[in-house]
């Protein structure tokens, strides 16, 4: 048995993360953070971007989710689809478009690593902007 399985012996099945990020869009429409030790180990580590200093832990956590929401009630559609699963971690592709006031849209990949609790230990998000265009080309 290799290390990874024994820290994370379970495996997170297609319903569990599709439940989990049910319960993760909920919590992000619902006012206050109380909810977050139902789906965030008290430990998580979330980074919202790639090369972005993760922030760590639940109190941290609730004070980016209060800092980045513009409101419980923000009006945005979520529809989303699972990349890859293995064992505790789950990639997932996620479309996101916001209506009013903030009118944009965004893909994002989240790389989800998750406890045997089914609470997510480790998030890692890769957002990507319509308007931002694809990567400047290099010039030789």
Not at 23 to 32: D, I, K, P, V
Not at 63 to 70: K, Q, T, V
Not at 94 to 102: E, F, H, K
Request: with cysteine.
């Amino acid at each position: 048995m290799g290390d990874d399985q024994a820290v994370h012996p379970a495996s997170v099945s297609r319903e569990q993360l599709r439940d989990w990020v049910s319960a993760y869009e909920r919590l992000w429409r619902t006012a206050g953070t109380d909810g977050l030790s139902e789906v965030f180990a008290d430990d998580v580590v979330y980074s919202m971007a790639p090369y972005e200093e993760p922030i760590r832990g639940l109190a941290a956590l609730a004070e980016l989710w209060d800092r980045e929401r513009h409101a419980a009630d923000e009006d945005f559609e979520l529809t989303w689809e699972p990349v890859a699963l293995e064992g505790a971690v789950a990639v997932v592709r996620v479309d996101v478009s916001y209506g009013q006031p903030r009118d944009q849209e965004y893909r994002d990949l989240w790389v989800l690593r998750f406890d045997s609790a089914g609470r997510c230990e480790s998030y890692e998000e890769w957002p990507f902007w319509p308007e931002k265009g694809p990567l400047p080309q290099v010039e030789d």
